[in-house]
């Protein structure tokens, strides 16, 4: 058995960065290395392992990729992510190289804490946390809530205990960064693109090493192989949550929401579309992604919305025997109008 430990990377960023898109482009250049992914993501549909084990790798095959579907991967460590690794160590031929993409809405620090249980310790370290930025919703104001409207809300409900849920992990997930990838550059000019680093910058108190990408294209060889061993190192990025909660307090997800949508056939997709931002907006849905059925085409539509920005794209014919249909995951604040945006988006098919 090799007995050098496997480098694990933790690729992290909240809802929409590109994490899935980055792992998908890194996937077609490893040179060789055999790479075993553990994805995980908020909400009952697995579109993030869709969209991975449709990549054909031939480094990292449908077997090498794990789905964690139990909920968000940092409120499930004991139940499911270390037994995912336990087993995926057991196996007779190791992967050179581990990836993890942890759900948009995850605190990368429990799982970066899990490193240290004593049978993974001896087995594997990480390689390094890499948190993955959407730079347009930055300079949009996205992460910069407005502290009044936000300070309301936490009145109106006392169950929200953060100041301001997508605020904190944002900063959560910078905090644990050993690399941040400022995504989504294409959107921005270059005053813009240096607002983003002031502003991403001066959220973190370490100063980890910014990349800018767009299409998270970033070599295999920037992202692999970054030698930190952060699990040495959790003391020092410890999140909002637990710097209030240092009795240890259960982190949950209970500021955010998430359903699925099931529709018929959409016959005009451009028109459903231009309809779907406006319920986007209307209702502030943070992210919405799926599959629709488009009558007449062999290929399946990939719905890909964050915020109301929309992409979509016929990414790969419907299997024989598979049911074609139209399956959205809808994700938002938890005072999102569930009913309300199940009805709109129903209405539209
Ligand atoms: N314009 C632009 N779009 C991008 C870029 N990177 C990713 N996207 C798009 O952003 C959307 C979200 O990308 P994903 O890779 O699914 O994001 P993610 O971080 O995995 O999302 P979650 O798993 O839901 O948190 C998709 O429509 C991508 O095509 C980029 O650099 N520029």
Redesign the pocket.
Known sequence: MNQQKIPATVIT??????????IRNLLSNTNGKKIALIIN?FGDLGV?GE?LKGCGAENCTEDDIIELTNGCICCTVADDFIPTMTKLLEREQRPDHIVI?T??LALPQPLVAAFNWPDIRTQVTVDGVIT?VDSAAVAAGRFADDHGAVEARRVEDESLDHESPIEELFEDQLTCADLIVL?????LDTAGLGRVRDEVASRIARKPVMIE????EVPASVLLGLGVGTEDDVANRKSHHELEHEDGVPHDHDEFDSFVVELGPVADPATFVDALKGVIGEHDVL?L?GFVDVPGKPMRLQL?A?GSRV?HYFDRAWAPGEARGTRLVVIGLHDMDEAAVRTAIEALA
Request: a neutral charge; charged letters at 30%.
């Open positions: 960023g909240f809802l929409g960065a590109g994490k899935t898109t980055m993501e993030d969209v993409e759900s948009g993955v995504n989504k550059i294409d959107l990408a767009r299409n998270g992210r992604k890909q964050v992409d």
